[in-house]
């Protein structure tokens, strides 16, 4: 049996002698070769910018890839930032600010009399970063600012106090149930009236 301080020995009983890695030195480039290097780059630009200019298709975005990026950024822009959520039994999650708001656009429409037009949403300073989701979120949504119009004539349009309280509830209840969403504060603001 061998110690740790032993050589090692070969089938024959003789010392096996490792070799140590030996090093290589990349060779140095000369000014001649870096200047060969950059008038190929160079003229590489000039062909391709070329190419360009004449419209060849070979340098070209093809419409069908230019309008699937079109397609994609749209959609991106549309869906906002992503926004912390609470941890679900799965992991962390984040939905996007408009799933936030669709949530919300959806709970104030079912409140009898009142119609959304539009919600403001301020987030905690910490990003999902704090809470074991990805950097570059938005943090948990801390207040909500609902602009709501309110049916003319109607039942709500002679309490609007009720229904801005009926507003309020349906907001918190979706978020709640939805989202796992507790704000500190939900505010309504009456903006409007509609006829139906």
């Known amino acids: 049996m061998q110690t740790p301080h032993e050589p090692e020995e070969n089938a024959q009983g003789a010392p096996i002698e490792h070799e140590l890695p030996v090093e290589h030195e990349l060779p140095v480039e000369t000014a001649e070769q870096s200047a060969a290097y950059d008038s190929l780059i160079r003229s590489a630009h000039q062909e391709w910018a070329a190419l360009e200019k004449s419209g060849d298709p070979s340098v070209s975005v093809s419409s069908g890839a230019l309008a699937a990026l079109k397609r994609s950024v749209r959609a991106e822009v549309r869906r ?3 926004i912390s959520v609470p941890p ?3 992991g962390p999650m984040s939905v996007s600010e408009l799933t936030l708001h669709t949530v919300l656009r959806r709970a104030v429409d079912t409140v009898p009399d009142a119609r959304s037009l539009r919600a403001r949403v301020e987030y905690a300073e910490e990003g999902a970063a704090s809470h074991g989701g990805w950097s570059g979120e938005r943090g948990m949504p801390r207040a909500v600012t609902l ?5 003319l004539g109607s039942p ?3 309490d609007l106090v009720r229904l801005a309280e009926d507003v309020r509830g349906a907001a918190a209840a979706a978020l709640h149930r939805d989202l796992g969403i507790d704000p500190d504060r939900i505010d309504v603001h009456i903006e409007d009236l509609h006829d139906q």
Request: aromatic fraction near 0%.
């Open 88 to 90: 679900t039994r799965r």
């Open 147 to 151: 602009r709501i119009s309110v049916q």
């Open 80 to 82: 906002g930032a992503q």
């Open 156 to 158: 709500g349009a002679r």
